[in-house]
């Protein structure tokens, strides 16, 4: 109950076009789900998070998509540039003290000039 | 600046040698995390600790040890005992409030064995 699902595992898209990463979470407790983008050789950064009382957060090219019902989530990535090329995770939590995140396996997306 | 470092960059052991990768954080969050990342794989919680003085085994923590004697800092030992340790080592730190924030990561250790 504690696993997060995350597909696709890898993902190529043409510069310009729309990047799609889903993601799946069985724990109805968890109320905080972020994004977060590494490079090679680098530690994960936060792209962008969504709590569940809203169903859609917005940041520039990046939007998260969220769907209580169904316990899942999106990224979308618009107008996908080379620099986008990194590996994606999702994750969840809860505000429950001592409970941690739970990632994703991660997306490695490749976008092609 | 605020933020997670972590040292070295990277470190070559032979087998049957322990070492210690370094974590330091000036965020001054409560929670400190550490995290293996294989080739090609997720993040495996090794350790974390949510205050001073305590910390508690994550999924993988054999052949691993940490110690938590100051709120800043995190270090973990990689043991003889670990049967694989090749590997990227992620140090991350959150705030522990009463509401879920960011978690921080540090830009990693690369562990080579040789």
């Known amino acids: 109950q504690q696993q997060v699902k995350q597909s696709p595992q890898s993902l190529i898209v043409q510069k310009g076009g729309i990047s799609i990463i889903n993601c799946a979470y069985e724990n109805t407790a968890f109320d905080y789900f972020p994004w977060y983008q590494q490079f090679p050789g680098k530690g994960p950064a936060l792209l962008i998070a969504i709590r569940p009382d809203v169903s859609e957060k917005k940041e520039g090219r990046f939007t998260i998509s969220f769907n209580k019902s169904a316990k899942q989530f999106s990224l979308h990535i618009m107008d996908s540039q080379p620099g986008d090329s990194a590996t994606y995770f999702c994750?969840?939590?809860?505000?429950?003290?001592?409970?941690?995140?739970?990632f994703g396996p991660g997306t490695r997306l490749s976008v092609l000039p | 600046d605020g933020g997670i470092t972590q040292s070295p960059k990277y470190l070559f052991r032979k087998e049957g040698q322990n070492v210690t990768l370094s974590c330091e954080q000036n965020l001054n969050h409560d929670a400190m995390y550490w995290y293996r990342q294989d080739p090609g794989q997720g993040l495996r919680l090794i350790y974390y600790s949510q205050i001073v003085n305590d910390f508690q085994k994550g999924d993988i923590a054999e052949g691993y040890s940490v110690s938590r004697e100051k709120k800043e800092s995190f270090p973990l030992t990689v043991t003889s005992a670990q049967k694989n340790p090749t590997a990227f080592y992620l140090c991350?730190?959150?705030?522990?409030?009463?509401?879920?924030?960011?978690?921080?990561f540090g830009p990693g250790t690369r562990l080579t064995v040789l």
């Open positions: 994750a969840a939590g809860t505000d429950n003290y001592g409970q941690n995140f739970v």
């Open positions: 991350a730190s959150r705030w522990t409030g009463t509401r879920l924030d960011e978690q921080f």
